[in-house]
């Protein structure tokens, strides 16, 4: 694995004095580049008008770049809500090995509110959630070699009151998990090869609903995130969102419906909270999780022990964006990608150098 040579930079000799020791950064992440969507809705003179606002702890933004997901090394889909799209990028990297710019590669237009998106781990299709639509979830043909996006099948049909949220591929791309909230508050799982279901988790506290469901990359767990929804006028709900870790057999497609691990946040933490990823782990005892936290505009972490079963907080990714709701990891670990509904932009982000 070739890693970028700003990674690889030795620190500088010598100690400093205590009374010059720098302060330790809050994030233990870092923005790299920032990518505006270009033809954002946010432009439009009529945007207000024909793409209404939701209120999240008290504060307004529109549902614009709604999710991430890498392939194929540098390769990144993205989502966008109000905009309707997928499209395909390609992250370039300077002669140092920081990312320098997105490439837009291919663009399909005309989709029923996308919100969550994952790659097939073969990197054959992209998988959309769609938000209060007749279509659920669709999966859309990634061709080659061009990397345009082909033929869609629907895979669920959508259902009355509810909206397919986040979606999320197994390692070995097998099954597929993905949240329903609204009307129906459920985790699902389908198995590709049939298109057939294998679990369903229904039962969550009686205010929060299942915004997203992803699996640990050795395929041993999977992570569920809960939270208030946010709507049209401010409902007062701030904080209080929950994780929880089940473990998960890669065989038969099914998650443990008892939680191995869980936390619920206390005050304003976790304030509508979306996705939620599991770090790539190095021994498959310790996981790092991150969570985008729109109310917050950070993206807190968590740590989570598979010896004890404890989950817990573990600082702060990154902080400063601006209504962060979708998120992904780039397989090796190097970058985290964020997709931001406030600016309608997606950041690519690294761990930060100490």
């Known amino acids: 694995m070739q890693w970028p040579k700003w990674m690889l930079r030795t620190k500088t000799h010598g100690r400093p004095s205590a009374s010059r020791l720098p302060e330790p ?14 033809g954002s809705i946010m432009h439009l003179p009529d945007s207000l008008a024909a793409y209404p606002a939701f209120v999240v702890a008290g504060r307004k933004r ?58 097939s781990p073969d990197g054959s299709f992209v998988a959309a959630t769609h938000s209060l639509s007749e279509e659920g979830i669709t999966l ?28 999320s591929f197994s390692p070995d791309g097998r099954h597929m998990g993905y949240t329903v909230i609204g ?25 929060l609903l299942p915004k ?24 007062g709900n701030y904080g209080g969102g929950m994780l929880t870790v089940h473990r998960f057999d890669a065989q038969t497609g099914v998650i443990e419906a008892a939680p191995a691990a869980q936390y619920r946040a206390k005050g304003t933490d976790l304030g509508f909270l979306d996705m939620a990823i599991f770090l790539p782990e190095k ?12 109310a917050n505009d950070l993206i807190p972490a968590y740590a989570f022990d598979a010896a004890t079963g404890v ?17 992904d990891a780039h397989p090796d670990g190097r970058y985290v990608a964020i997709a931001t509904f406030g600016d309608d932009s997606v950041h690519i982000a690294a761990a930060a150098l100490r």
């Not at 090869?193 to 506290?205: E, I, K, V």
Request: glycine share 10%; hydrophobic share 40%; charged share 20%.
């Open 212 to 235: 997203s469901v992803t699996f640990s990359t050795d395929g041993r767990f999977a992570l569920v995130s809960l939270s208030f929804n946010a709507g049209p006028a401010d409902t």
């Open 311 to 327: 989950l817990r907080p573990d600082g702060v990714f990154l902080d400063g964006l601006s209504f962060p709701h979708g998120i």
């Open 283 to 294: 021994d498959g005892h310790a996981y790092r999780i991150l969570v985008t936290d729109q």
């Open 25 to 38: 950064p809050r994030c233990s992440g870092r923005i790299l580049l920032s990518h505006a969507v270009e």
């Open 140 to 167: 859309h043909a990634i061709e080659r070699p061009s990397l345009t996006l082909g033929p869609t099948e629907v895979l669920c049909a959508g259902r009355d009151g509810s909206a397919f949220h986040a979606a």
């Open 183 to 207: 009307r129906e508050r459920a985790v699902e799982v389908v198995r590709m090869r049939d298109r057939s279901m294998t679990c369903r988790l229904d039962t969550f506290p009686a205010t």
């Open 62 to 119: 529109q549902a614009t770049s709604s999710d991430v997901a890498w392939f194929d090394g540098n390769h990144l889909a993205v989502a966008n809500m109000y905009g309707g799209h997928l499209r395909i990028y390609r992250l370039h990297e300077d002669s140092g090995g920081l990312p320098s710019r997105l490439e837009r590669l291919s663009e399909k237009r005309g989709l029923s509110l996308p919100e969550g998106i994952a790659v």
